[in-house]
């Protein structure tokens, strides 16, 4: 699919701010799922955006803006050429060993209940790791509800809740797969249907490298998927993160727009 993709956020503040520095994630790179045709940010005030590429292979971009700053409107845009391979990516643009997405961060935490849960379903799939993401991923859907208005809990809390934030069904998915030593990220981007998303990546030997699994969708991404950022958790695939300095208060929202343009 051609897709038309606008991400949009906007932020207000309650007295004017004297400064903002923010470092963004909105370009999505080209993989074998998709093809990035164009792609802009636009920042509302008068900045210099400066191009890096982190650790992860993401790019990201920094900016400081000295104020008075009363609105500050940051606005991705472009098109995106998607495919549908099964989830399956291949090589990336890979900078870190492999063992790297092996270890846990505060909100992929192993806990025992963690570690059970995931190994019930490498045996029920015959210690096979691809059969086995796949277990985790259904059982995932079936037993636990999204709902992004409930507080963050680490995986071992959302095992017990079942209910949870679509970012907080990734982490644990992360930390289940981890737990079976497999080497896994969390992978952030859009679904076709106008939503932020996030899913995970695990690695699958040499044969077939990083392949996706989302547990919210109970599938393997396809050409709805739109991949944005990657890493070891949310933290690290935020598509705008900063500080602002301010008295009183701010508001933040977020608008995405996806079109289909054409079937590709």
């Not at 391979?85 to 505060?106: I, Q, Y």
């Not at 849960?117 to 015959?126: L, N, V, Y």
């Not at 935020?238 to 009183?248: P, S």
Request: proline share 5%; hydrophobic share 45%; glycine share 6%.
């Amino acid at each position: 699919m051609r897709l038309a993709i606008t991400h949009e956020t906007v932020y207000r503040f309650e007295h004017p701010a004297s400064r903002a520095i923010q470092t963004l994630r909105l370009t999505p790179r080209n993989t074998e799922a998709q093809l990035v045709d164009r792609w802009r940010i636009d920042v509302s005030q008068d900045c210099h955006l400066s191009p890096v590429e982190d650790a992860f292979g993401n790019l990201t971009h920094t900016f400081s803006i000295d104020g008075p700053i009363d609105e500050l409107v940051i606005s991705a845009s472009g098109e995106v050429v998607t495919e549908d391979t099964n989830g399956v990516l291949h090589a990336t643009r890979d900078r870190l060993p492999l063992m790297a997405f092996r270890r846990e961060t505060e909100r992929t935490r192993i806990e025992p209940p963690v570690r059970a849960f995931a190994a019930d379903a490498f045996d029920t799939a015959g210690r096979e790791p691809l059969a086995a993401l796949h277990t985790l991923m259904r059982r995932l859907a079936e037993t636990v509800a999204v709902d992004d208005e409930a507080e963050i809990r680490p995986p071992d809390a959302l095992l017990a809740e079942k209910v949870g934030r679509v970012e907080d069904v990734a982490h644990l998915f992360a930390a289940l797969a981890r737990a079976l030593d497999i080497p896994t990220r969390i992978a952030g981007g859009w679904l076709a249907r106008g939503v932020a998303h996030t899913w995970i990546e695990a690695h699958l030997g040499p044969s077939l490298g990083w392949v996706g699994f989302d547990a919210v969708e109970n599938s393997c991404p396809t050409d709805a998927w739109i991949r944005r950022a990657i890493g070891l958790d949310a933290l690290d695939i935020a598509a705008v993160r900063g500080v602002r300095n301010r008295l009183g208060g701010e508001t933040e929202v977020t608008r995405i727009t996806i079109r289909e343009v054409s079937r590709a």
